[in-house]
């Protein structure tokens, strides 16, 4: 697999530890969601605290039905702005704990034109977020973690990742992990805990392929206190090959590191900039360019045959195949037959949907050189 390949096929979060042991209860779509907030916020490096999710994306995120929709999604996003997220942090002179309460996000609002959710976090997430270097943090796959099904599967994964690196077996107190879930008025008997929360959680996370995770529990008299978790953490904790580029540097620097990590090799060696990356161009070699016998049509069925006609020579120059390239299209077209409530896009709407794309191509032209950018950052941080 080359750089490219591997830069558009894997997805981490560098989730700073203190979000990893905090306090919450949250439904697996709540989250979904405060995961996929998070990502986006972390490639950014421009200090806003705001990122956008479209419904598109949200659909990907979100496969049922009924929390899908607009609604549904403002409903999600209104449940987690009122949600709690408790941090326990140790003072600076080691002399006790600062307890707090915060929130999961500020706000949020929907553009109705564009399909698009902006979400505000609250300021100690976004700090949290992107202090991940200075706390410590768990690498986490986004796409093993969005497939889970089950909300406490979601946080095993985050609390056996935390140690997965440097133990084979993680110890948690029972009361821990009822504490950090906040089930300390569930469960009172431990099988029912067992049966509902700890059995279920570890029999997908083994499902994944990536985990193989099995238990044994201590007690002490006939009370369960503990129980230690035996993991194989069988994915990989680092995720981008090391590019020809990165320059062998000891202890490197913040300034080291953003110096290896804005540059890249070609086949021929030249150093080009990442901000100049163009994927399309990448894949292809320097010599040799084929002949572009027709444009790749997503979804032909969508346009009528003069439309059709027309989007072959608007955007003959642009590859549909490239994954952010696909989503500016599907945005596109969603965005279209949403306005118009219509079914396929006819000459009355060709001109709103062209604006639109070209808008969402550049929009998406732009997280691909941040996505690009962070995790190669990344890279360069292992």
């Known amino acids: 697999m080359n750089l490219i390949e591997e830069l558009e096929s894997n997805r981490v979060l560098m989730k700073n530890n203190m979000l990893v042991k905090a306090r919450y209860s949250l439904s697996l779509v709540e989250n979904r969601i405060f995961l996929s907030m998070l990502y986006k916020l972390q490639k950014r490096s421009d200090g806003i605290l705001t990122c956008s999710i479209s419904h598109s994306e949200f659909k990907d995120i979100i496969k049922f ?29 080691k002399k006790g704990n600062l307890w707090g309460a ?39 796959n986004v796409q093993i973690w969005l497939s889970l099904n089950n909300s406490y599967a979601q946080r095993f994964y985050d609390l056996l990742r935390l140690w997965s690196g440097t133990k084979d077996t993680v110890n948690y107190k029972i009361e821990e992990i009822k504490e950090l879930l906040m089930l300390d008025d569930k469960y009172s008997k431990y099988n029912d805990f067992k049966r509902r929360v700890i059995l ?15 238990f044994k529990e201590n007690k002490v008299g006939r009370k369960v206190e503990s129980i230690d978790f035996i993991v194989k953490d069988l994915d990989k904790r680092k995720y981008f090959a090391k590019d020809d580029a990165a320059k062998e540097i000891p202890n490197p620097t913040l300034e080291d590191i953003k110096l290896i990590s804005n540059e890249v090799v070609s086949e021929k060696q030249e150093i080009i900039s990442l901000d100049q990356i163009d994927i399309v ?55 279209t037959l949403d306005r118009d409530d219509v079914e396929t896009i006819k000459a009355t709407s ?7 794309l070209d808008n969402k191509i550049t ?3 732009k997280e691909e050189q941040e996505d690009i950018k962070h995790k190669a950052e990344m890279d360069m941080l292992w």
């Open 65 to 93: 039905k009924q929390k899908n929709t607009v609604k549904g999604i403002l409903d999600v996003l209104e449940d987690l702005r009122k949600k709690p997220i408790y941090f326990k942090e140790e003072k600076k002179n």
């Open 102 to 140: 915060y929130g999961f996000i500020n706000g949020y609002e929907y553009d109705d034109e564009l399909g698009i959710f902006n979400i505000e976090a609250s300021e100690k997430i976004y700090k949290l977020l992107k202090e991940y270097l200075k706390m410590g943090y768990t690498p986490v």
């Open 200 to 214: 279920p959680a570890i029999k997908e996370l083994n499902e994944t392929g990536y985990f193989e995770i099995d």
């Open 281 to 335: 161009e990448l894949n292809k070699t320097k010599d040799v360019k084929p002949e572009k016998t027709d444009i790749f049509v997503p979804d032909e069925m969508v346009f009528t045959k003069g439309t059709l006609r027309r989007f072959k020579m608007n955007f003959k120059d642009i590859d549909f195949k490239n994954e952010y390239m696909n989503r500016a299209f599907e945005d596109a077209v969603m965005i």
């Open 350 to 356: 060709y001109s709103f949907f062209k604006g639109t």
């Open 363 to 365: 929009e998406y032209k």
